[in-house]
């Protein structure tokens, strides 16, 4: 971002909450009033006693209040209750069952509600990750989006699910009793309260301070968690260079910064538990001694002691979290605001609807006037952030059917341009058509379901080989999947395998060679149909009589996609109606192999290096190895300056 431009303001954690809370904020208001009933009841419950000890046992009760009245004759009246005690104990049970009903509500209905919220949030990431452009996924780490998208949502689900929840259920569990403690007797009340301020700001105050210690623990356990990750990755290097000692002294390292950290973490807490347990302890015996008091000068009821006990118990235990549920607090707006900063990216950049709606309508014309793939640069040029172009006016037109040649020396721009026609990156100025459109108007998702791309390093996924091929076109049948294994030649190393088709290939495509991923991709490349085909280099790690076949069958397949080759073999590329040669971000030649093998200049230095190379391999393999690495770093450093 520029000095000049104003930072934009990123929305508060808490509204990108509200947001994803829409449609849900009418059962959580349910589960916050399932608490008010619910905590009558449970305060109910021990008053029955109460007023059963006070003003039906005593042959001369004190003057009752109108509510333990009320409840005495909800009961059948003081003589029936004095005859018939069980019915006292049946309306404790009865009253407890409510209150217990009233809880469940209260806890389905948040679970329910959290549970939505959390599953749009996690969909809305993932979905939003797809949308990011490459550049932002490039200095992006990968660990911290799993953090993000895993620990960091889990956070907020249990903060939903609980300590919203649990934020009310103190609240409410304090304040309903209190007006009722207060009728009864204010000295009495006062004893009862006189050490909640200390506990909850003691718990408050404890969990601040080891807020640090937490956020520790969980950077410790990633970071040993990322060494983890990264042996499991690399473990063939790491068994080829023998460095299994070295990997477990690493993670010894992180796991006992761990331990130690997590040991550290957990002292802190036994001292807040033992230390907050005492101090709910002296909050009872303060209650019990000065009622035990009361009672033995006769100025306070057995009844309302009885009751007076039980209240400070319901109330006290979750009035001693409070400090807990505001620290969790803090950690859920810690790591809703690690959300939202995904979620503030901006998306890959669309066209508007109705140059979508033209550009749908242009396409249906076209499919019924004839061959698509026709791909045109106008005056292109592309520069990184520092101001170095990488393409400096490129101007090409390739035709519908067409096989088009890239080569060129190591940044010279030949990736460049099939990251620009995927649109991964866009121009920094000049225009791009396909089939005489510029592709600015094309969606990205349309432009590139109109594109296969085959890499040097293809990603295959930990399923069977049939779903690796099948992923860009699912309709494709058994026929259209074992027709494109057989065009890039891998249908008779695929039916070598235990399970031919039906061959898991595991994590990456770990369990074929090389050159079986990349013959893989390519069916799944060829299998969709595509109106261009980009083989980046993606026939590298083939021996050449496997590349003869495979290229004899893309020359069968001539005309039914355009095609654009990047390679650095130049047996590759003889095939091609034509061949760009890039040097310093231009075209310096371009025709057939004959026409540039013939004429002087980069293309034709190459061509005689590499049949050179080829003459002295068969004479004497090791001096001409030797010879071939220094004539390519001087071919290529020659290529860059002409």
């Excluded at 749009?120 to 490459?134: A, K, N, S, V």
């Excluded at 006990?309 to 790591?335: C, D, Y």
């Excluded at 640069?377 to 520092?386: G, S, T, Y």
């Excluded at 190459?606 to 071919?635: F, K, Q, Y």
Aim: with cysteine; aromatic share 8%.
């Amino acid at each position: 971002m520029s000095e000049e431009e104003p930072e934009q303001p990123k929305t508060s954690p808490m509204r990108v909450l509200w947001n994803q809370m829409r449609g849900e904020q009418l059962r959580y208001g349910a589960a916050l009033l399932a608490l008010i009933p619910s905590a009558v009841l449970l305060y109910l419950a021990p008053l029955i006693p109460k007023v059963v000890l006070d003003q039906v046992l005593p042959e001369n009760p004190e003057e009752a209040t109108s509510f333990s009245r009320a409840i005495v004759s909800a009961l059948g009246g003081r003589e029936t209750l004095r005859e018939n005690l069980w019915i006292a104990g049946i309306a404790v049970f009865v009253v407890t069952i409510a209150a217990g009903g009233f809880t469940y509500l209260r806890g389905r209905w948040a679970a329910i509600a959290s549970e939505r919220i959390v599953r749009r949030l996690r969909e809305r990431l993932y979905d939003h990750l797809q949308r990011l452009p490459i550049g932002w996924h490039h200095t992006a780490n990968t660990g911290d989006l799993i953090q993000r998208c895993t620990s960091d949502v889990d956070t907020v689900r249990q903060f939903l699910a609980s300590q919203v929840v649990e934020i009310g259920r103190a609240l409410v569990m304090f304040m309903v009793p209190l007006p009722l403690m207060l009728a009864i007797d204010p000295k009495m009340t006062l004893a009862a309260v006189v050490l909640m301020p200390v506990i909850v700001a003691f718990s408050y105050f404890f969990f601040r301070r080891v807020r640090r210690a937490f956020l520790a623990v969980d950077e410790a356990e990633g970071a040993m968690t990322g060494v983890l990750q990264e042996n499991l990755v690399g473990i063939r290097v790491v068994r080829a260079f023998a460095r299994q000692k070295h990997e477990e002294a690493k993670f010894a390292e992180r796991n006992s910064t761990h331990r130690r950290l997590d040991q550290r973490l957990y002292r802190n807490l036994s001292v807040f538990w033992s230390t907050s347990d005492l101090l709910c302890f002296a909050q009872l015996v303060l209650v019990i001694g000065y009622g035990g008091y009361r009672l033995l000068e006769g100025t306070l009821p057995v009844g309302s002691f009885y009751w007076y006990l039980a209240a400070v118990n319901l109330f006290l235990w979750p009035m001693r979290f409070m400090g807990r549920i505001l620290t969790e607090l803090g950690k859920a707006t810690v790591a809703i605001g690690r959300i939202a900063e995904i979620l503030e990216s901006p998306e890959e950049t669309q066209p508007e609807a109705a140059l979508v709606a033209a550009e749908e309508s242009r396409q249906r014309e076209a499919a019924l006037a004839g061959p698509r793939g026709e791909i045109a640069f106008e005056d292109v040029r592309f520069e990184v952030e520092d101001g170095k172009p990488i393409l400096d006016a490129i101007d090409f037109r390739i035709a519908p059917g067409e096989t088009i040649a890239l080569i060129g020396p190591s940044g010279a721009g030949k990736s460049t341009i099939a990251r620009l026609l995927l649109r991964f990156i866009d121009p920094t100025a000049g225009t791009i058509r396909f089939d005489g459109r510029d592709i600015a108007t094309i969606p990205r998702q349309q432009m590139r379901a109109r594109i296969a791309v085959v890499l040097q390093d293809p990603f295959l996924y930990s399923k069977t080989v049939r779903e690796n091929i099948r992923l860009g076109r699912k309709s494709a049948t058994t026929d259209d999947i074992t027709r494109a294994a057989s065009e890039s030649s891998i249908h008779d190393s695929i039916s070598d395998f235990a399970n031919g088709y039906d061959t898991t290939v595991g994590e990456r495509g770990v369990t074929l060679s090389g050159g079986q991923r990349q013959r893989v991709a390519l069916a799944r490349a060829l299998v969709d149909r595509p109106d261009v085909l980009i083989l980046d280099d993606a026939l590298s790690a083939v021996d050449t009589d496997t590349e003869g076949w495979i290229l004899e069958a893309l020359r069968a397949r001539q005309g039914g996609h355009t095609t654009l080759l990047i390679a650095h073999r130049l047996s590759t590329l003889l095939h091609a109606d034509r061949i760009f040669v890039l040097d310093g971000g231009r075209i310096a030649q371009q025709g057939t192999h004959a026409e540039l093998a013939a004429c002087s200049g980069l293309y034709q230095r190459l061509w005689r290096l590499e049949n050179a190379l080829e003459d002295e391999l068969l004479e004497d393999p090791e001096p001409a190895a030797e010879a071939a690495i220094v004539e390519t770093g001087a071919e290529t450093a020659e290529g860059r300056k002409s």
